[in-house]
């Protein structure tokens, strides 16, 4: 029994090896109509390989292209060629584009044709009946590259890379070449300015005289102004030098003067001033007979009528005022020297020089009312100052040739206006002077 089962499948293979059952007739239809037969895709695999094929034959010609040389086996020069540029190339066994002219063999001259080769020499001498046209520009071209002979004043072509047996010397009469036309606008270099300001003026005491400090204690600057044409050249592009002619007014008010009208006719004495004060710039000496001054306490003012003597009050004199104005006028001849710090539409400047003051107005007068009263001149001003100035200019360009300037400004008058008085009383202003300038 045990060996029955264990040789069982050999019990079933001897036992239906010669048994044979046919499916029914449907069967196999329905199978191959089940199954999906799919052909593999050989057309795109042979599209495929046929572009890559071309590429790669394209990229093969490219590169060979480049590789391929077009050395010119003898170097020549072609002009009136119908290009834009002139070039130089070689045009093989065609004549067509050499100039026309006699050929005369010549055998001992300069800046003759000669074309040679290993075995022969030939030398010809090429005239031509017309000029060249001019030569703008020449491209490179490989191999070749161009000189002038000074001795001879002709072109040389020569091959790169060959020996001096295998040269070419051509000679064009009256070659010119046309220069680059540059365009450049003249610089403009002067220009006027009209300039004005109003200046704040006062001085400075380097002394310890007690008189002249008391005497500034009762002074006090009034508004003066400045204003005047000035030139201007530029020696380089940062520096510049000014000039010009300005004119300048000065004044101070003196308090504790005390003025009155109607006094000429209690005048006793025809002969000098009448009344003196001093100041810082000098001594106001009366010249209207008509104006009484006082001075009440103070001694500022320096008379014979003194109050003991004479009281204007008890004459009925007319009141005029309790202040003494000075006014100076002076014509002003600065030299400048400026640098140019900011070159923009904004420019900063540097300006600093000197000044020459020439006194040409000399007064002091008492006011009512805006009513002017005269009174007399300073005497002992020096008739010629002179000042040093600093300042910082600034300009704004309205065109290439108009301006706004502004230009704060310090002047300090390096000698005193008095030869007498106040010989440690040195003035000095401050103003800021805007005007026009037009460059030409």
Excluded at 52 to 67: A, K, Q
Excluded at 106 to 120: E, K, M, R, W
Excluded at 318 to 328: A, D, F, G, P, V
Excluded at 400 to 425: A, C, D, Q
């Amino acid at each position: 029994m045990n060996e029955k089962e264990a040789n069982i499948d050999l019990l079933f293979r001897n036992g239906l090896k010669d048994f044979e059952v046919l499916p029914p007739p449907g069967v196999c239809e329905n199978i191959l109509s089940a199954v999906k037969i799919k052909s593999r895709p050989y057309i795109f695999l042979k599209i495929a390989a046929a572009i890559t094929v071309l590429v790669t034959l394209s990229f093969l010609t490219y590169r060979w292209s480049r590789e391929v040389s077009f050395e010119p086996s003898a170097p020549v020069i072609a002009l009136n060629v119908p290009v834009s540029l002139p070039v130089l190339y070689n045009p093989i066994d065609n004549p067509h584009y050499l100039l026309k002219g006699k050929f005369n063999p010549v055998n001992n001259s300069s800046g003759i044709l000669t074309v040679t080769d290993n075995q022969a020499s030939i030398r010809e001498e090429m005239e031509t009946t017309d000029s060249p046209g001019q030569i703008l520009n020449i491209q490179e071209t490989k191999g070749l590259y161009l000189t002038k002979n000074e001795i001879t004043n002709s072109l040389i072509l020569l091959p790169l890379n060959t020996f001096a047996v295998n040269s070419a010397n051509v000679k064009y009469p009256d070659l010119q070449y046309l220069p680059e036309t540059i365009i450049t606008r003249p610089e403009k270099r002067w220009s006027i300015a009209a300039m004005a300001s109003p200046t704040y003026y006062s001085t400075i005491n380097s002394g310890s005289d007690q008189l002249t400090s008391q005497l500034m204690s009762t002074e006090e600057p009034l508004f003066s102004y400045s204003g005047g044409v000035a030139f201007s050249y530029k020696i380089s592009k940062r520096f510049s030098i000014q000039s010009g002619l300005y004119y300048s007014s000065l004044g101070q008010k003196v308090d504790g003067i005390y003025s009155f009208s109607g006094f000429q006719k209690y005048i006793s004495s025809k002969g000098g001033p009448n009344f003196e004060v001093p100041t810082t710039s000098g001594t106001v000496y009366t010249s209207n007979p008509d104006v009484f001054l006082a001075a009440y306490g103070n001694g500022k003012v320096l008379t014979a009528y003194t109050n003991d003597v004479f009281d204007p009050q008890k004459a009925s004199l007319q009141y005029i005022s309790n202040s003494l104005t000075q006014n100076l006028s002076y014509l002003e001849l600065p030299v400048i020297l400026r640098y140019k710090i900011i070159d923009k539409t904004i420019g900063i400047n540097l300006i600093g020089g000197l000044s020459y003051n020439l006194l040409v107005n000399n007064s002091a007068y008492a006011m009512k009312d805006g009513t002017k009263y005269p009174v007399g001149d300073t005497k002992g001003l020096n008739p010629l100052a002179l000042s040093s100035s600093l300042g910082m200019g600034m300009e704004y360009n309205l065109s290439g040739k108009l301006s706004l300037n502004l230009e704060p400004t310090f002047r300090y008058y390096l000698n005193p206006f008095s030869v007498t008085t106040g010989s440690f009383i040195h003035p000095y202003s401050f103003g800021i002077f805007s005007g026009v300038s037009y460059k030409f």
